[in-house]
């Protein structure tokens, strides 16, 4: 807490600073102020909880602080304390409201113990204001609280269960663990797939719950429409009687119609359950998410979550063929290998109960297969993802058919376009090769060269080096090298000029990069090498 001492006697000011232990009354920061307008002012600066302030004071009186700090600081609590017992003071004190009202001399223990009562009193009104603004804000933001709850009696701890029960009984929803319930997920496709223009998740809840509520059947049960995993939207209905439950089907296929009606799109899955007593509702989630999963075909419409899942498990494991699919892989028939993916998708795995779990393994064994040729073939697995279509895209792409084939026609698209440039690369570096040696002693630079193929920088850098074995810098420096060589051969050119023809004005540093690649230094290299010529003076 911030305390604001005001006194216009400096001696006062500091025996009040220094007799009495503010830390242990809980007062951090202590101020103080020798006139009420210096008062004032650092009452605007910082936040003061208690003020103890003289009355007579030079300029404004302590009384005049008072009236003004209850006008625009009405929160600080005021402590008069003054050297003059007059009832006039006290009584005026007493109707502007101040806390306490002490005569000088006062012990500072007596000080000491009405700032400790401030403190206390300030807290329990903070606290009390602070229920205070709890309550109208519950009041005011009541669903999105409750819903909170709701969510919590999905997949909370048993702690997190207890308190959100408790919090709908005392929000007017009896609520048991034996209470009735059933369950719906609702997946709006083109939101939960992000698609262009889809609607935002407000609205979509808005407009389900608005539909609910214009539905007499519901008038009668206590129902919250909330998120769940997965961009799904759940609705959590409780009822007291089991004559109110199961909702019937065609009032379900008629949310379901003016859901589309209102939200633009036939595409939209609801899933609906039997009714189960809270406490089992844990197997009700796991079977809807069972059922939820393994409509990996995207199927929209009415789907019954309860039972789908108990048929015996078959086996649609895609071993056996990838070995055919890494022989077409392998011998560039990508086309092929696209249908026979999708044929497979289509007939050994959307039919099957468990279709989510086998369509997973089809998912990772296809990463490894694509992931395995771009290794052998060098190609950075890295350089073909795009910001449309990222790494975190492509692993993430399990939950559908849709997905997996969207997947494997983005490495289909990404091979035909890396087998086209693979054709190409020789006729990209053959130019730039060329157009090197004819400019090597210029001032020649790798985004010149790139430019000069009409190729990103960075890309062509990677593939000049995949086909050549060196990056551009060194080709420019092996053809200025070896022209020099030539030079210090068959002419008679001073060093020093030899250096500048192929490029190097620094002689130095031609010096020192002839010597580093061919182990000795050009004057030598000429002597073993070169004509009998006259040594340069």
Same mark, same amino acid.
Request: hydrophobic residues 40%; contains cysteine.
């Given at each position: 807490? *911030?305390?604001?001492?005001?006194?216009?006697?400096?001696?006062?000011?500091?025996?009040?600073?220094?007799?009495?232990?503010?830390?242990?009354?809980?007062?951090?920061?202590?101020?103080? %102020?020798?006139?009420?307008?210096?008062?004032?002012?650092?009452?605007? @600066?910082?936040?003061?909880?208690?003020?103890?302030?003289?009355?007579?004071?030079?300029?404004?009186?302590?009384?005049?602080?008072?009236?003004?700090?209850?006008?625009?600081?009405?929160?600080?609590?005021?402590?008069?304390?003054?050297?003059?017992?007059?009832?006039?003071?006290?009584?005026?004190?007493?109707?502007?409201?101040?806390?306490?009202?002490?005569?000088?001399?006062?012990?500072?223990?007596?000080?000491?113990?009405?700032?400790?009562?401030?403190?206390?009193?300030?807290?329990?009104?903070?606290?009390?204001?602070?229920?205070?603004?709890?309550?109208?804000?519950?009041?005011?933001?009541?669903?999105?609280?409750?819903?909170?709850?709701?969510?919590?009696?999905?997949?909370?701890?048993?702690?997190?269960?207890?308190?959100?029960?408790?919090?709908?009984? @005392?929000?007017?929803?009896?609520?048991?663990?034996? $209470?009735?319930?059933?369950?719906?997920?609702?997946?709006? !496709?083109?939101?939960?797939? =992000?698609?262009?223009?889809?609607?935002?998740?407000?609205?979509?809840?808005?407009?389900?719950?608005?539909?609910?509520? $214009?539905?007499?059947?519901?008038?009668?049960? +206590?129902?919250?429409?909330?998120?769940?995993?997965?961009?799904?939207?759940?609705?959590?209905?409780?009822?007291?009687?089991?004559? !109110?439950?199961?909702?019937?089907?065609?009032?379900?296929?008629? !949310?379901?119609?003016?859901?589309?009606? =209102?939200?633009?799109?036939?595409?939209?899955?609801?899933?609906?359950?039997?009714?189960?007593?809270?406490?089992?509702?844990?197997?009700?989630?796991?079977? &809807?998410?069972?059922?939820?999963? *393994? *409509?990996?075909?995207?199927?929209?419409?009415?789907? #019954?979550?309860?039972?789908?899942?108990? &048929?015996?498990?078959?086996?649609?494991?895609?071993?056996?063929?990838?070995?055919?699919?890494?022989?077409?892989?392998?011998?560039? =028939?990508? $086309?092929?290998?696209?249908?026979?993916?999708?044929?497979?998708?289509?007939?050994?795995?959307?039919?099957?109960?468990?279709?989510?779990?086998?369509?997973?393994?089809?998912?990772? =064994?296809?990463?490894?297969?694509?992931?395995?040729?771009?290794?052998?073939?060098?190609?950075?697995?890295? $350089?073909?993802?795009?910001?449309?279509?990222?790494?975190?895209?492509?692993?993430?792409?399990?939950?559908?058919?849709?997905?997996?084939? #969207?997947?494997?026609?983005?490495?289909?698209? %990404?091979?035909?376009?890396?087998?086209?440039?693979?054709?190409?690369?020789?006729?990209?570096?053959?130019? %730039?090769?060329?157009?090197?040696?004819?400019?090597?002693?210029?001032?020649?630079?790798?985004?010149?060269? &790139?430019?000069?193929?009409?190729?990103?920088?960075?890309?062509?850098?990677?593939?000049?080096?995949?086909?050549?074995?060196?990056?551009?810098?060194?080709? +420019?420096?092996?053809?200025?090298?070896?022209?020099? #060589?030539?030079?210090?051969?068959?002419?008679?050119?001073?060093?020093?000029?030899?250096?500048?023809?192929?490029?190097?004005? *620094?002689?130095?540093?031609?010096?020192? !990069?002839?010597?580093?690649?061919?182990?000795?230094?050009?004057?030598?290299?000429?002597?073993?090498?070169?004509?009998?010529?006259?040594?340069?003076?």
């Amino acid at each position: 807490m *911030n305390l604001l001492l005001v006194d216009d006697q400096i001696s006062v000011l500091d025996g009040l600073l220094h007799g009495i232990d503010y830390d242990s009354l809980g007062y951090s920061h202590v101020f103080s %102020a020798t006139n009420a307008c210096d008062a004032i002012a650092i009452c605007e @600066k910082e936040d003061i909880h208690v003020l103890v302030t003289d009355i007579e004071m030079p300029g404004k009186s302590g009384l005049e602080l008072n009236s003004f700090i209850q006008e625009h600081f009405p929160h600080i609590i005021r402590i008069v304390l003054t050297s003059h017992a007059v009832f006039s003071y006290a009584q005026e004190s007493i109707k502007l409201g101040c806390f306490d009202f002490l005569v000088q001399p006062a012990p500072y223990e007596t000080i000491a113990q009405a700032l400790k009562r401030a403190s206390d009193t300030w807290h329990y009104n903070f606290d009390n204001r602070r229920i205070k603004e709890y309550g109208h804000l519950f009041k005011s933001h009541e669903n999105e609280f409750l819903a909170m709850a709701i969510e919590n009696l999905y997949v909370g701890s048993p702690q997190e269960i207890e308190n959100s029960i408790d919090l709908l009984n @005392k929000a007017g929803y009896p609520f048991t663990m034996d $209470s009735l319930i059933e369950l719906f997920w609702v997946d709006v !496709l083109p939101y939960s797939r =992000q698609s262009a223009g889809y609607p935002s998740q407000q609205f979509i809840l808005k407009t389900l719950s608005g539909i609910m509520a $214009s539905c007499p059947v519901f008038d009668d049960l +206590i129902y919250f429409t909330v998120m769940s995993p997965f961009r799904m939207f759940s609705v959590f209905i409780i009822a007291d009687s089991e004559e !109110l439950l199961p909702i019937d089907e065609s009032v379900l296929d008629g !949310l379901l119609s003016s859901l589309q009606k =209102q939200l633009g799109t036939d595409d939209i899955t609801f899933y609906y359950s039997i009714p189960v007593k809270y406490r089992n509702i844990l197997t009700q989630i796991d079977s &809807a998410n069972k059922c939820i999963g *393994n *409509n990996i075909s995207g199927r929209t419409g009415l789907i #019954k979550t309860n039972g789908t899942h108990e &048929a015996a498990v078959v086996s649609a494991n895609p071993s056996a063929n990838i070995d055919h699919w890494n022989a077409l892989l392998s011998a560039g =028939q990508f $086309s092929m290998l696209k249908k026979e993916i999708d044929f497979y998708l289509s007939r050994y795995v959307l039919s099957r109960p468990n279709s989510f779990e086998i369509l997973c393994k089809v998912h990772q =064994q296809l990463l490894h297969l694509f992931f395995m040729y771009f290794y052998e073939k060098n190609i950075d697995i890295n $350089s073909i993802f795009t910001p449309e279509f990222t790494y975190r895209n492509c692993m993430d792409s399990f939950s559908t058919i849709d997905d997996v084939k #969207k997947t494997v026609d983005f490495f289909i698209h %990404a091979l035909n376009s890396n087998h086209k440039m693979r054709e190409n690369a020789e006729d990209y570096v053959t130019l %730039a090769k060329n157009y090197i040696i004819e400019r090597y002693n210029t001032d020649l630079s790798v985004k010149d060269v &790139a430019e000069f193929v009409h190729l990103n920088p960075e890309y062509f850098t990677r593939l000049f080096k995949k086909e050549t074995g060196k990056n551009i810098k060194d080709f +420019i420096t092996d053809c200025r090298i070896s022209m020099a #060589k030539d030079l210090l051969a068959n002419s008679s050119l001073p060093i020093s000029m030899i250096a500048s023809e192929v490029g190097y004005n *620094n002689f130095s540093y031609f010096a020192y !990069l002839f010597r580093k690649i061919e182990n000795m230094t050009p004057g030598k290299y000429r002597q073993k090498n070169g004509k009998q010529i006259p040594a340069e003076h």
